[in-house]
């Protein structure tokens, strides 16, 4: 993102990445390759692909193809925080764990346990729990043992449609899912190792109308965002020490880029007047949900 003369900012094209044979759903920058930035995509048609950039001429190059594990479409990607381990969210119903073993990627793990498509999957801040969320309503925690072992903590159920994504807060253990059924819950531990839901932000409380696609902290994560099949972004301010969140959109700071069938782009910021709206829109981009 470059600086324009009158102070607007622009985001130019440095190159295109070809080499997936269906629509890409995913991506996830691997967070410990600063030197040498590395990251994921994943498709429909089955693989993942990963990423990296080569220091000299700073131009990316596929490092490997993760295939011959999933049968159907995988739909999510994320690196563990210490960026070893990759989880792979697929529509067959599996979760699988890579590992970066001697320069060659390998599935050290297969979690399994929902009816259906898996939608999605997040690590927690310490790396200690995977979250997955499934078309069949329920999101399961999963607890990350020695040896590449994964045991299901908890299978969480309050959702009454598909789950499309699951958050971990970037700092806590709370966990955050957003659903087909309009809503957003927030999940916590109560301190005796069972799980519940501690919120539902739905349209009574300012919540959305319609589908909640996805969601997104900031760093300090006392902001969200989220959006939804309503047409619009919602921000909330959180107040996670107390596993409550407000009911009010709260003043942010910083951008916040969303993309939408609108086949457009729109940068959001806020400057002491109040909300400021900036946006650019590119054609000919399609967006699925």
Same mark, same amino acid.
Not at 14 to 30: K, Y
Not at 129 to 139: I, N, Y
């Given at each position: 993102?470059?600086?324009?003369?009158? +102070?607007? /900012? !622009?985001?130019?094209?440095?190159?295109? @990445?070809?080499?997936?044979?269906? =629509?890409?759903?995913?991506?996830? #920058?691997?967070? &410990?390759?600063?030197?040498?930035?590395?990251?994921?995509?994943?498709?429909?048609?089955?693989?993942? =692909? !990963?990423?990296?950039?080569?220091?000299?001429? =700073?131009?990316?190059?596929?490092?490997?193809?993760?295939?011959?594990?999933?049968?159907r479409t995988v739909r999510s990607c994320a690196w563990s925080p210490s960026g070893k381990l990759l989880a792979t969210a697929s529509f067959d119903a599996t979760t699988s764990i890579w590992e970066n073993i001697s320069g060659d990627f390998e599935c050290v793990s297969t979690l399994e346990g929902h009816e259906n498509e898996v939608k999605s999957v997040?690590?927690?801040?310490?790396?200690?729990?995977? &979250?997955?969320?499934?078309?069949?309503?329920?999101? #399961?925690?999963w607890e990350v043992m020695p040896g590449n072992e994964f045991e299901c903590a908890s299978v969480l159920q309050g959702h009454t449609q598909d789950v499309k994504m699951v958050k971990w807060h970037p700092t806590m253990d709370v966990l955050f899912s957003c659903s087909?059924?309009?809503?957003?819950?927030?999940?916590?531990?109560? +301190?005796?190792?069972? #799980?519940?839901?501690?919120?539902? @932000?739905?349209?009574?409380?300012?919540?959305?109308?319609?589908?909640?696609? &996805? @969601?997104?902290?900031?760093?300090?994560?006392?902001? /969200?965002?989220?959006?939804?099949?309503?047409?619009?972004?919602?921000? #909330?301010?959180?107040?996670? +020490?107390? /596993?409550?969140? +407000?009911?009010?959109h709260a003043p942010w700071e910083g951008i916040i880029a969303s993309g939408a069938a609108d086949d457009g782009l729109r940068f959001f910021l806020e400057n002491k007047d109040g909300l400021h709206v900036k946006y650019v829109d590119i054609n000919n981009i399609t967006m699925y949900g």
């Open positions: 993102m470059d600086l324009h003369d009158d +102070g607007n /900012m !622009i985001l130019k094209e440095i190159q295109t @990445l070809e080499g997936h044979t269906d =629509r890409v759903w995913s991506l996830a #920058w691997n967070p &410990a390759t600063a030197t040498s930035p590395v990251f994921a995509s994943c498709s429909g048609d089955k693989t993942v =692909r !990963i990423w990296e950039q080569t220091p000299s001429t =700073r131009l990316w190059h596929c490092k490997a193809v993760l295939e011959e594990t999933h049968t997040s690590w927690n801040a310490s790396g200690s729990f995977l &979250a997955t969320c499934s078309r069949d309503k329920t999101v #399961w925690i087909y059924d309009n809503t957003v819950k927030v999940w916590a531990e109560d +301190g005796t190792g069972d #799980w519940h839901c501690v919120q539902t @932000l739905g349209e009574s409380n300012n919540g959305h109308s319609s589908t909640v696609w &996805a @969601l997104s902290f900031n760093a300090e994560g006392d902001r /969200m965002v989220t959006c939804s099949d309503d047409l619009t972004l919602k921000i #909330w301010e959180t107040d996670v +020490g107390r /596993m409550v969140l +407000g009911d009010d």
